[in-house]
C-alpha cells in the first residue's frame, strides 16, 4: 500500500471513528426522544463515478447455507454492512428495517449483512429484541465482504441497482425512514447514463 493512500485509509477511519463517537455520545446523553439530534441524511450520499458491477460477495443466511448477492439481481439491494456491537450500527438498524418494509413491494430488497464473528445467534437475539421483523438475517463471521467491497467502516451502505451495479455509498448511520432515503433508493432504477 503507497503512503497516499495508507494517509486516506487513516483519514477516513478517523472520521468514521469521529463519527461513531458522536453518535454515541448523543445517544447516551439526550433522554428525551424528542430532542435527540437526528442521524445524518442522504446528503453524505457519494454516488459512484461510474456504475461498475458490485464483486462477488458470499455470506451466510440464518440456517447457514452460503448465499450471493447474486440471488438479489433483479432487485435494488440496499446491501447495510453492521456489527452488533456497533453503537451507530444499531441506531439505524429500526430505520433499515422501516425501510424494507416500506419498499418490499416495489423491488427492494435491504440486506442488513452482520460481521459478527459468533453468527447469526447474536444478530436474531438482537432483531428479537429490537423488534426488527422485515430484515432477513444475513451474517458474514469471516469478514471477507468488507475486504472485498472496499469498506472502511461501519456502518457502510451499499445501493446496487437491478443489474447488480453499485450506484454509490454511505459511510456511517444515517436516517433510512425518511422520505428522502426512499427517494434515494428508488433512483438506483434510473438508466445509467
Given amino acids: 500500500m503507497t503512503s497516499s493512500w495508507r494517509v486516506v485509509v487513516i483519514v477516513l477511519t478517523g472520521a468514521v471513528v469521529a463519527a461513531a463517537g458522536f453518535a454515541v455520545y448523543t445517544m447516551l446523553t439526550v433522554e428525551d426522544q424528542s430532542t435527540r439530534p437526528k442521524l445524518s441524511g442522504m446528503e453524505n450520499f457519494i454516488p459512484g463515478r461510474e456504475f461498475k458491477p458490485v464483486p462477488p460477495v458470499q455470506f451466510l443466511d440464518e440456517q447457514g447455507n452460503?448465499?450471493?448477492l447474486e440471488r438479489f439481481r433483479g432487485n435494488i439491494v440496499v446491501l447495510n454492512l453492521w456489527a452488533t456491537w456497533c453503537t451507530p450500527c444499531l441506531a439505524e438498524m429500526p430505520m433499515l428495517d422501516r425501510l424494507q418494509q416500506q419498499l418490499k413491494?416495489?423491488?427492494v430488497v435491504v440486506i442488513a449483512l452482520s460481521i459478527d464473528r459468533d453468527g447469526s445467534t447474536v444478530v436474531r437475539e438482537f432483531f428479537n429484541r429490537n423488534g426488527i421483523r422485515h430484515l432477513a438475517v444475513y451474517v458474514d463471521p469471516t469478514m471477507r465482504a468488507q475486504s472485498t467491497l472496499t469498506t472502511f467502516?461501519?456502518?457502510?451502505?451499499?445501493?446496487?441497482?437491478?443489474?447488480g451495479r453499485e450506484r454509490g455509498r454511505l459511510v456511517g448511520p444515517a436516517e433510512w425512514d425518511d422520505a428522502s432515503a426512499a427517494d434515494l433508493v428508488l433512483s438506483a432504477n434510473a438508466p445509467v447514463p
Fill in 66 to 68: 452460503q448465499v450471493s
Fill in 105 to 107: 413491494g416495489v423491488g
Fill in 153 to 163: 467502516g461501519l456502518p457502510t451502505t451499499i445501493l446496487i441497482d437491478k443489474q
